[in-house]
């Protein structure tokens, strides 16, 4: 299974933080943010990996070349100097990705989640791994119900960032800029979303707040 992460935003709740530097290459516990997934993903056997990029796109190029010191080999998928958000930047991807489902993981988020155990999620067009509400998300973004994903009344959890998905979700797209949230209701209303939800380690590594948390954290491990 290959693995897209999302690494194309500005970043501009970090603030000055990335006015040049990109938010994935941020430091955390002497590695940069991205570092950190690519060692976890390569410890979990996966090694074919796409990266998208946008703003100062070159940093993460010259910073993680290929891949070939953690024994992974990248590809980048480059939007230029217009980001494409996240559905559009997926589209663009999709000749890297290939035909089979893919693991798509947001570069600003810090996880333990177990992601080899995502390998079989392929029976639906999308597979959502959902959390807990953080303080900065407290509505939530979908309903979980006997695994499957909902646009319900009950409880609500926030997407992670972390889910696996069909390339097929994307079959009436055109090139451009558009979001992945539509694609992702329009496959609920159809019944093809399943989910899980995860509670161990995850961080929304969003603002300046939140990326010192998670140094911290690392640091007491």
């Not at 991807?93 to 035909?99: D, M």
């Not at 993981?105 to 953080?134: C, G, M, Q």
């Not at 949230?181 to 939140?210: C, F, K």
Request: charged fraction near 20%.
């Amino acid at each position: 299974m290959k693995v897209m992460i999302l690494a194309a935003g500005r970043g501009e709740r970090m603030g000055r933080l990335t006015d040049h530097c990109p938010k994935p290459l941020l430091q955390v516990a002497g590695r940069a943010l991205i570092e950190h997934h690519i060692l976890a993903l390569k410890a979990q056997g996966f090694s074919q990996l796409v990266i998208n990029v946008a703003y100062l796109g070159k940093q993460i190029k010259d910073a993680l070349g290929n891949g070939e010191r953690w024994g992974v080999h990248i590809e980048y998928s480059d939007e230029g100097n217009q980001a494409l958000e996240t559905g559009g930047g997926i589209f663009k991807a999709l000749p890297l990705l290939g035909e089979a489902p893919f693991l798509l993981l947001n570069a600003d988020v810090w996880t333990d989640f177990p992601y080899e155990s995502l390998r079989n999620k392929t029976d639906k067009n999308i597979h959502l791994v959902l959390v807990n509400n953080p303080a900065h998300n407290l509505k939530g973004d979908f309903s979980l119900i006997a695994n499957r994903v909902e646009l319900a009344t009950s409880e609500w959890l926030t997407y992670s960032g972390v889910g696996v998905f069909n390339p097929t979700i994307f079959a009436n797209e055109e090139a451009g800029v558009f979001p992945l949230a539509p694609l992702i209701r329009e496959s609920i209303s159809r019944h093809q979303v399943s989910g899980e939800l995860y509670q161990g380690e995850w961080i929304d590594v969003g603002t300046p707040e939140r990326l010192t948390d998670l140094k911290l954290k690392l640091q007491q491990v």
